[in-house]
């Protein structure tokens, strides 16, 4: 099954409505790194991420991964070998979005599988699904509020994709 994107609030999945929030300035086909769009498309989910400091495995068919001190996602465009990739950040000297955050953001985050196959730098990167609390605009990743987010979890697994457009 698909989780649809109906309108820039609103994730449909089966009979579930989820009120969201996307990337400050819309949706795009072409995405450009730090445009603060959300790429159109249809696109496999990774693993989910969690703070296992913070919260007990939630109830998923997604491989739980535990989010440690040292891990980054890089979205450094002169970084040809780690764009748009999970790091371990050891003092490197790349841009990265880091995910063991003070706030609560990423708690919890599914990687949304934007240009990571055949990766092209600069054409966007570290776009998830994670959480909020009063759905602010994202820079360009789908944000959710923690019961729903846990509630998707539950019905998720691996082959289900996400429909942005």
């Known amino acids: ?3 649809i994107l109906k309108n820039k609030e609103t994730l449909l999945f089966d009979e579930f409505i989820f009120k969201c929030s996307i990337g400050k300035k819309g949706l795009i086909k072409n995405k450009i790194e730090g445009d603060k769009k959300t790429p159109k498309g249809v696109f ?5 991420y969690y703070r296992k400091d913070r919260h007990v495995k939630p109830s998923t068919k ?5 989010i440690k001190k040292d891990m980054g996602w890089c979205d450094d465009v002169k970084s040809k070998k780690n764009y748009n990739k999970i790091i371990r ?6 841009h990265y979005e880091k995910l063991f955050r003070k706030d609560y953001k990423y708690d919890f985050l599914i990687p949304i599988n934007y240009n990571t196959k055949k990766t ?4 966007g990167s570290a776009i998830f699904i994670h959480l909020t609390k009063k759905f602010k ?10 019961k729903d987010f846990l509630i998707l979890l539950k019905l998720i ?3 289900t994709k996400i429909k942005l457009n």
């Open 62 to 66: 997604l491989k739980c991964i535990a």
């Open 1 to 3: 099954m698909t989780i």
């Open 157 to 159: 697994n691996k082959n």
């Open 137 to 146: 605009p994202t820079l360009g990743c789908v944000a959710l509020k923690k």
């Open 44 to 48: 496999s989910l990774g693993n989910l």
């Open 89 to 94: 950040i050891k003092k490197k000297k790349v």
């Open 120 to 123: 092209i730098i600069g054409k």
